[in-house]
C-alpha cells in the first residue's frame, strides 16, 4: 500500500473513530446510569449493563484513535511500514487489514502474550 493510500485510509478512520467517540459521550452523558429516579431492580440491572457495554465500546474507540495518530505519526516520520518493535516490514496485507499496525504479526503476538 502506498503511503498516500495509508494516510487516506487512516485518516478516513480517525474521522470515523472521532464520530463514534463523540455519540458515544454524548449517550453516555445524556443517561451515565439513569440513576435519578426509582427503578425497578431487573431495570436498574439492565441499564448498568448497557452503561458497561458503552463504557468498553467508548474505552475501545479511544484505544483505536491513538494507534490511529500513531499510525500517522509514523508516515510523517518515514518509519510506517515497519515493525516498531523488530524493523522488519509489516506485510502488506497486514496494513491493508489493519492500517494502523505497527508490529509484525510475530512481534504482535509477542507483545499481546506479554500483556496478559
Known amino acids: ?3 498516500a493510500t495509508a494516510r487516506k485510509r487512516l485518516e478516513e478512520v480517525r474521522d ?3 464520530r463514534s467517540v463523540a455519540v458515544l459521550n454524548g449517550a453516555h452523558q445524556m443517561h451515565p446510569l439513569v440513576a435519578d429516579y426509582p427503578q425497578d431492580p431487573a431495570d436498574a440491572g439492565s441499564n448498568l449493563s448497557e452503561s ?3 463504557e468498553a465500546i467508548l474505552a475501545a474507540a ?4 491513538v494507534l ?4 500517522l505519526a509514523r508516515i510523517d516520520e518515514g518509519s510506517y511500514g515497519r515493525c516498531v ?3 522488519a516490514e509489516v506485510p502488506e496485507g497486514r496494513l491493508e487489514a489493519k492500517p ?3 508490529r509484525c504479526l510475530g512481534c504482535q503476538v509477542k507483545w499481546d502474550r506479554s500483556r496478559r
Open 100 to 102: 494502523e499496525a505497527a
Open 85 to 87: 518493535a523488530c524493523g
Open 52 to 54: 458497561d457495554r458503552a
Open 68 to 71: 490511529v495518530l500513531d499510525a
Open 1 to 3: 500500500m502506498d503511503i
Open 16 to 18: 470515523e473513530l472521532d
Open 62 to 65: 479511544k484505544a483505536r484513535r
